[in-house]
């Protein structure tokens, strides 16, 4: 069965709770090409308007985790042009054959139009690669993997950790392709054109909640996974299946699969 979502321009980011110790699901609706930096936020639940002291814990499944450092830092369209812009300076060292280039984050600035050839990002609009994402998330002590939904299904529902790891969900990328000849020579022979007028799109599956103090408010038996995509309205997936078959329906439309897991917890 095909999941049928809403599309709410007017939509507003929501975040409301009836339990002053819980804190309701973070839905954080898109702006400009921005999905990158909202599925960060969307999927470890992670509010603009809360001071890291308020999501210090957080549910996911039936567990009660801990958040450390970085782990609770809302991700910002500024953190994600740095990242982007330090990928591509560091990229083109390297194709320049510069061999004593540094790492990523120490090099030199990055000039106009390195940011306009971008392969990392699209200036002011955002539209970031899966790079930046992987890093960003990376900060945040979450790895993550492609999910290979047609090979294997088996460890997509884990309640346990797992070697250390955590699953939380999983970040889904989808594309939308033009049929257009003249497009698909733009974006093949225009630099920047891609950058603009890509029709990728993030979104995040997660099972995570925050709460400030998991001792006095009221914890769920289980949260149940959730697809939060800017662009529509939340939807919960009931059942363990219920998420097998969704992921197996995006993997045979064409799209990118990638679990995340939060790491270094026994």
């Known amino acids: 069965n095909t999941v049928i979502r809403i599309r709410r321009k007017d939509m507003k980011d929501k975040n409301v709770s009836n339990d002053t110790d819980s804190i309701a699901i973070i839905h954080q609706r898109q702006s400009l090409k921005l999905c990158g930096v909202q599925t960060v936020n969307n999927l470890l639940q992670l509010p603009a308007d809360l001071g890291n002291e308020d999501i210090g814990f957080c549910q996911c499944g039936s567990m009660i985790i801990q958040r450390r450092g970085d782990e609770r830092t809302h991700a910002t369209k500024k953190e994600f042009d740095r990242i982007a812009d330090e990928l591509t300076v560091y990229e083109n060292d390297l194709l320049r054959c510069n061999n004593s280039s540094p790492a990523i984050?120490?090099?030199?600035?990055?000039?106009?139009?390195?940011?306009?050839?971008?392969?990392?990002?699209?200036?002011?609009?955002?539209?970031?690669?899966?790079?930046?994402?992987?890093?960003?998330?990376?900060?945040?002590?979450?790895?993550?993997?492609?999910?290979?939904?047609?090979?294997?299904?088996?460890?997509?529902?884990?309640?346990?950790?797992?070697?250390?790891?955590?699953?939380?969900?999983?970040?889904?990328?989808?594309?939308?392709?033009?049929?257009?000849?003249?497009?698909?020579?733009?974006?093949?022979?225009?630099?920047?054109?891609?950058?603009?007028?890509?029709?990728?799109?993030?979104?995040?599956i997660t099972r995570l909640r925050s709460v400030r103090n998991p001792e006095s408010c009221s914890i769920q038996e289980k949260i149940p996974w959730t697809i939060i995509d800017g662009l529509y309205e939340t939807l919960e997936l009931k059942e363990d299946a219920d998420l097998e078959a969704y992921l197996t329906e995006v993997a045979n439309q064409g799209g990118s699969i990638f679990q995340a897991s939060l790491q270094n917890r026994e």
């Open 105 to 204: 984050g120490e090099g030199r600035e990055v000039s106009f139009l390195e940011s306009f050839t971008s392969n990392h990002r699209t200036i002011v609009f955002g539209n970031y690669s899966y790079e930046v994402l992987e890093i960003a998330l990376k900060n945040r002590n979450v790895q993550l993997a492609r999910c290979l939904v047609n090979e294997s299904t088996s460890n997509f529902c884990i309640d346990e950790s797992s070697d250390n790891a955590i699953l939380v969900g999983f970040v889904v990328n989808i594309r939308g392709d033009s049929s257009s000849s003249l497009v698909n020579y733009a974006r093949r022979w225009i630099p920047g054109f891609n950058s603009f007028f890509s029709g990728n799109h993030w979104y995040a």
